[in-house]
């Protein structure tokens, strides 16, 4: 690829045609389409915005009217459409909203499911005195319900997902959602990933009961999450989903106090108890790090929920890591406990401890990372095929871990100078990474260690 090439931006229009190329694709395999998600509620006002950034200037054809009141003004939410609602309890702009979703489904038969969820922020419904007569989530039911019976009506065999997420997390008192054509969509986007979803004991001191309007404090724990799936178990949904961000930030902190792929394999395992059908992962594409558990666990446990997690764990990675399966597990294990911090379910990893202990802890990671780093780098050089490039990953991880245990150190000892060479070497060390195992890693892998420095530079001061 030239520098030409590389440089160039991918328009909306090249989106476009690799969407379709991707659809015909799904087609001739049989695939189950899903399509659109959050938009709907700018776009029925006249505000059409398809990504996150504040809009430089409102349509002149935008109904302004018909935005969600806040604050006594009725404004796009921080400036962004696919951020704001609607005044629900207005029918023009609840119809126009219907109208919009049943447009797209018209023109676009090849969709089995549309998804139509409201904005992508919250406490930001509206506050004017008709939509407070109703909870948000019943307004939404509304607007659910009105969808389904038109395209029933009009024999469109499209379902609509809807979904369960921040101040809409919590199920509708009135009315219900009553339609056949429609899934429902759980999102516990806040939720702890170093225990498993329906893991009780995984709890914090917040009321599970539905919070007063533009009030909500959203759970970071799992127990209060597993409860109100199993209240929409309750409203008997025709069909339903996880969708679950596993492998999206997560991920890059995975053996660094907790076990991501374990968590992995017992949600998917519980996710019947809890009343819910399948899952959709929200995840990077790249995200084959730093073991191979978590994604095949996904895929494997949703087919088969009887295997048995250690076993099965076995058996991947000896597949991946071959005679060295045993030294991986002791190094990944090892790291799990060593950035524990308190008791299982105090949810603290020693990251945030500035103490001496701390500060000794934490040199004993990174040197016990840059251990393992040499080892599996050494032995990756012995290997061949999977074995090897599974080796080089799990040195790349460890490579990590040294890089945000040093962080830290140097923060607690005020080491402004050595934070900016770490910076430096580490901006420079990134692309070689993405460049050699671009294929297996995202480039948000960069995440946790630019949160490192950025920890360990206010530490310093």
């Not at 959050?38 to 302004?64: F, Q």
């Not at 106090?257 to 959709?280: E, P, W, Y």
């Not at 084959?288 to 991947?316: E, H, K, V």
């Not at 597949?319 to 990944?332: D, K, L, Q, W």
Request: include cysteine; glycine fraction near 6%.
């Amino acid at each position: 690829m030239d520098a030409a090439t590389r440089a160039a931006k991918l328009t909306e229009d090249d989106a476009l045609a690799l969407d379709e190329r991707v659809i015909a694709r799904m087609q001739e395999y049989g695939m189950m389409l899903h399509r659109v998600g959050h938009g709907w509620t700018g776009a029925a006002a006249g505000y059409v915005g398809n990504d996150w950034e504040p809009m430089k200037s409102l349509s002149r054809g935008g109904r302004k009217d018909w935005l969600a009141q806040v604050n006594g003004k009725r404004e796009l939410w921080e400036g962004v459409a696919i951020n704001s609602e609607l005044c629900y309890s207005n029918p023009q702009a609840r119809a126009a909203l219907v109208e919009e979703v049943v447009t797209y489904a018209r023109q676009h038969c090849e969709v089995h499911a549309l998804h139509v969820w409201m904005s992508d922020s919250y406490n930001n419904k509206c506050e004017c005195a008709e939509c407070r007569k109703r909870d948000p989530s019943d307004w939404y039911a509304m607007v659910v319900n009105e969808i389904s019976a038109r395209l029933k009506a009009e024999k469109l065999p499209t379902r609509i997902v809807f979904l369960g997420y921040v101040d809409l997390l919590w199920p509708p008192t009135e009315p219900k959602i009553t339609g056949d054509n429609v899934i429902f969509m759980y999102a516990p986007i806040t939720r702890c990933f170093q225990h498993a979803l329906d893991d009780p004991k995984c709890d914090e001191e917040l009321s599970r009961a539905l919070p007063p309007l533009n009030k909500c404090r959203l759970p970071r724990t799992n127990r209060m999450y597993a409860e109100i799936a199993r209240d929409w178990k309750r409203q008997k949904m025709p069909d339903s989903f996880l969708f679950d961000y596993h492998q999206m930030w997560a991920v890059w902190m995975d053996g660094m106090g907790r076990d991501i792929g374990t968590v992995m394999a017992q949600d998917m395992k519980d996710l019947k108890d809890m009343g819910i059908d399948g899952f959709i992962s929200c995840q990077c594409v790249r995200a084959f790090y730093p073991l191979p558990f978590m994604a095949n666990a996904m895929a494997d446990m949703l087919w088969d929920r009887t295997q048995q997690i250690r076993s099965y764990r076995n058996g991947i990675m000896s597949a991946a890591f071959g005679r060295h399966a045993g030294e991986v597990e002791r190094y990944f294990a090892g790291m799990v406990r060593a950035f524990k911090a308190g008791n299982e379910h105090e949810h603290r990893i020693v990251l945030g401890d500035r103490s001496p202990a701390g500060r000794k802890k934490l040199m004993d990671i990174a040197s016990a990372a840059e251990e393992a780093r040499r080892r599996f780098s050494a032995l990756a050089r012995s290997e061949k095929g999977a074995v090897r490039r599974s080796l080089e990953l799990l040195a790349i991880h460890a490579e990590h871990v040294r890089i945000i245990a040093e962080a830290h150190v140097a923060g607690i000892a005020k080491n402004k100078s050595a934070l900016k060479a770490m910076r430096g070497a580490y901006e420079k060390r990134l692309p070689v990474i993405l460049r050699d195992f671009g294929q297996w890693i995202d480039p948000l892998i960069a995440g946790p260690v630019q949160q490192a420095f950025s920890a360990a530079e206010r530490t310093a001061g």
